[in-house]
């Protein structure tokens, strides 16, 4: 996907600002506020529709039903997001908290932002926000971590073995690099807030020497498969009309089939971008496949239409892909 229309750079900004206000007026906040806030920023200044964001999503790799707080599929014409939220602060009660796992929480958030997926159109975001406690722990030079807290906006730090092998048991304990040798962060913002916070957003990457494990977990049925199961299993579909017709934003249709709604024509897509062998899916009216569409509203009203249960989970990937499955078996039977 060479051009993606969400500028994350000013997203942040916005995210920024909005949770200055909540900061401003001495509004309680816990870290689930904060997802709250990222979640109204998307929405408010239309970075993403509500009904692009997944929140509370199932960690497609990780047993036990793992989730992030945050996940957007990329489309298209944008870049997807997975973000994780982690908001320390000192206890009311004034003693100290348990520092050294509070940090080894975030290298293992950092972890599990990479093993999410592969797909360089997916954006990996860690939010982090503290108070003084943090602050100071990570000053530390001998907890030997303010190379990461202090880490530049647009530098890089390499997280490998070398790198965690000199830090503390307690710190290492709570880790989890799910297969994963390596990793880069790279400080995309940071800020003060009021009552001494600080706020900082790190995106996550695979180095490119780097090969994603092949997890095999199948505890995630619920979510969009986006792992290379789904690529076997449309080829072995039945009646699938493949296409070599490359597109003005670089798309390959993988399939179409057709159907009408309210007596109009439309066309349910599936279809791969150059460079990517993920599936994505869309509804596009028939005759004039320009003009912007809800594909998500048009798909939930046809699949209702045959009296077809919408979950919650069904977003427009899975809504989709379940009208060309309902279609193919139309065709069969």
Same mark, same amino acid.
């Given at each position: 996907?060479?051009?993606?229309?969400?500028?994350?750079?000013?997203?942040?900004?916005?995210?920024?600002?909005?949770?200055?206000?909540?900061?401003?007026?001495?509004?309680?906040?816990?870290?689930?506020?904060?997802?709250?806030?990222?979640?109204?920023?998307?929405?408010?200044?239309?970075?993403?529709?509500?009904?692009?964001? %997944?929140?509370?999503?199932?960690?497609?790799? @990780?047993?036990?039903? &793992?989730?992030?707080?945050?996940?957007?599929? $990329?489309? !298209? =014409?944008?870049?997807?997001?997975?973000?994780?939220?982690?908001?320390?602060?000192?206890?009311?009660?004034?003693?100290?908290?348990?520092?050294?796992?509070?940090?080894?929480?975030?290298?293992?958030?950092?972890?599990?932002?990479?093993?999410?997926?592969?797909?360089?159109?997916?954006?990996?975001?860690?939010?982090?926000?503290?108070?003084?406690?943090?602050?100071?722990?990570?000053?530390?030079?001998?907890?030997?971590?303010?190379?990461?807290?202090?880490?530049?906006?647009?530098?890089?730090?390499?997280?490998?073995?070398?790198?965690?092998?000199?830090?503390?048991?307690?710190?290492?304990?709570?880790?989890?690099?799910?297969?994963?040798?390596?990793?880069?962060?790279?400080?995309?913002?940071?800020?003060? %807030?009021?009552?001494?916070?600080?706020?900082? @957003?790190?995106?996550? &990457?695979?180095?490119?020497?780097?090969?994603? $494990?092949? !997890? =095999?977990?199948?505890?995630?049925?619920?979510?969009?498969?986006?792992?290379?199961?789904?690529?076997?299993?449309?080829?072995?579909?039945?009646?699938?009309?493949?296409?070599?017709?490359?597109?003005?934003?670089?798309?390959?249709?993988?399939?179409?089939?057709?159907?009408?709604?309210?007596?109009?024509?439309?066309?349910?897509?599936?279809?791969?971008?150059?460079?990517?062998?993920?599936?994505?899916?869309?509804?596009?009216?028939?005759?004039?496949?320009?003009?912007?569409?809800?594909?998500?509203?048009?798909?939930?009203?046809?699949?209702?239409?045959?009296?077809?249960?919408?979950?919650?989970?069904?977003?427009?990937?899975?809504?989709?892909?379940?009208?060309?499955?309902?279609?193919?078996?139309?065709?069969?039977?």
């Amino acid at each position: 996907m060479e051009s993606h229309s969400i500028k994350h750079e000013n997203l942040a900004v916005d995210f920024y600002n909005l949770l200055k206000e909540r900061f401003d007026n001495n509004v309680y906040t816990t870290e689930r506020n904060v997802t709250y806030t990222f979640f109204a920023t998307m929405v408010m200044f239309d970075y993403y529709k509500p009904h692009e964001i %997944l929140l509370e999503y199932n960690h497609p790799n @990780i047993k036990g039903y &793992k989730k992030v707080d945050t996940y957007i599929e $990329p489309n !298209y =014409n944008k870049n997807g997001l997975v973000m994780e939220c982690k908001y320390d602060r000192k206890m009311p009660s004034g003693h100290n908290s348990p520092r050294p796992q509070k940090a080894g929480k975030i290298f293992n958030d950092f972890f599990r932002l990479a093993s999410f997926t592969n797909d360089e159109n997916v954006v990996k975001w860690l939010i982090y926000l503290t108070d003084e406690e943090m602050v100071n722990y990570f000053n530390n030079v001998e907890n030997k971590l303010n190379d990461f807290f202090n880490l530049a906006t647009g530098a890089i730090l390499i997280i490998d073995d070398e790198y965690l092998k000199n830090k503390s048991q307690t710190f290492n304990g709570g880790i989890d690099t799910n297969g994963i040798s390596k990793i880069n962060i790279k400080c995309i913002f940071q800020n003060d %807030l009021p009552n001494n916070h600080k706020i900082k @957003i790190y995106e996550v &990457k695979i180095p490119n020497d780097v090969v994603l $494990p092949d !997890y =095999n977990v199948d505890n995630n049925r619920s979510n969009i498969d986006i792992k290379h199961r789904e690529n076997a299993s449309i080829k072995k579909s039945f009646q699938i009309k493949y296409s070599n017709i490359s597109h003005s934003q670089g798309e390959t249709i993988v399939k179409d089939m057709e159907f009408i709604y309210d007596n109009k024509k439309y066309i349910a897509r599936a279809y791969k971008l150059e460079n990517n062998s993920h599936i994505y899916y869309k509804i596009l009216l028939k005759g004039d496949e320009n003009q912007n569409i809800n594909s998500m509203d048009i798909a939930r009203k046809y699949l209702r239409s045959f009296g077809i249960q919408i979950t919650p989970d069904m977003n427009t990937h899975r809504t989709v892909k379940k009208i060309i499955d309902v279609l193919e078996q139309k065709d069969r039977g």
